[in-house]
């Protein structure tokens, strides 16, 4: 009878520790570990350990982000993968493709690349996709501990000045 | 009287305060965690998917755990993010996964155009079933399944509505 209310008692706290956690992590920030190389030097410049990054979901409330967000998604090709790249234009935005092409990135769409451009699977290979795959913006490096630190914002000017929306969502 | 002295019960006043919001805390968190992974009711309306959903406003029950496994299928109703605008979710039915032909008429309004598409791996051809008034696959192409948030049960309300979607 005692050990019966003593395991009662033991799962109700596992059971709220984890609704509260998995909340918390749905809702408003999780800490994810990255694997691959196609955001060096930001993120994984060297081949030895993981970094693991701060990722908050306060974004997905309005949607609203800018160019140079570090941002982590759903795969288009494969929806079980996330992949994390940096966007680098927003709905209406025009973007160069590799095939020196002009594209004008659709609405409620933003086009993403890594910054290590050699090694990276990104909008070059399957264009702009839809704003609804994203699931969190990445704000600051929480491991290894000699890598702390915020997570810039990085444009850098590829854009035709053709902008005729404002840069938020 | 001394407000900060012994008549009024500060501590005990505060612990119950605590105790009552980690009690709402945990609910909000149950709610949340039932919503997102098990299911959730939703409002939808429109003319899209007439006449299997009414214009003014149905309350349906969409499950949110086969999504999840992938065993979504061509006939199912799902709820998705807009391609267009990720800040609305859409009611509709899938037509065709990826890997599957789908053969469509462009807009039946004005012409009998038809187009034959392959629908990409890994995406999902959703179309309404009025097809006059839906703005779907046919206009926005295929979207990705992660898009996908959930498939639609059965209707809750209006009453007499209630029960399995008719294919």
């Not at chain 1, 596992?14 to 918390?24: E, K």
């Not at chain 1, 790249?85 to 025009?94: C, E, Q």
């Not at chain 1, 090694?119 to 795959?133: N, T």
């Amino acid at each position: 009878m005692g050990t019966r209310s003593l395991l009662w008692d033991i799962t109700k706290k596992y059971l709220t520790v984890g609704l509260v956690g998995l909340t918390i992590s749905d809702r408003y920030a999780s800490i994810v570990s990255i694997r691959g190389s196609s955001m060096s030097p930001a993120f994984n410049p060297g081949s030895d350990t993981n970094d693991y990054v701060l990722l908050e979901k306060f974004c997905l409330d309005k949607y609203r982000f800018s160019d140079g967000d570090v941002v982590v998604f759903s795969s288009p090709n494969n929806h079980k993968e996330k992949h994390i790249k940096r966007i680098r234009a927003l709905p209406g935005d025009w973007i160069e493709t590799p095939n020196l092409d002009v594209l004008k990135v659709p609405e409620g769409h933003f086009w993403v690349e890594g910054d290590n451009s050699v090694s990276s699977l990104d909008s070059r290979s399957f264009g702009p996709i839809p704003l609804g795959l994203i699931r969190g913006r990445v704000t600051h490096i929480v491991w290894p501990p000699k890598r702390m630190d915020r997570v810039e914002r990085e444009t850098n000017q590829r854009l035709s000045p053709i902008q005729d929306r404002p840069k938020f969502y | 009287m001394n407000l900060f002295g012994n008549a009024v019960p500060w501590r005990s006043i505060a612990k119950e305060a605590l105790e009552r919001t980690a009690i709402v805390t945990r609910f909000l968190c149950l709610l949340h965690v039932t919503n997102t992974y098990i299911c959730t009711p939703t409002l939808v309306y429109g003319p899209s998917m007439l006449p299997t959903l009414n214009l003014t406003g149905d309350v349906l029950l969409a499950e949110r755990v086969s999504h999840r496994l992938g065993k979504v299928r061509p006939g199912d109703v799902v709820l998705v993010r807009s391609p267009v605008d990720p800040r609305k979710s859409l009611t509709k039915r899938v037509v065709a996964m990826g890997g599957d032909k789908v053969t469509f008429v462009v807009d039946p309004r004005n012409s009998d155009r038809v187009r034959t598409i392959t629908v990409p791996r890994g995406h999902v051809w959703i179309q309404g079933d009025n097809i006059y008034a839906s703005r779907d696959s046919r206009q926005f192409g295929a979207v990705p399944y992660g898009l996908v948030e959930g498939k639609i049960l059965c209707r809750v309300w209006p009453l007499d509505g209630f029960g399995l979607l008719h294919h």
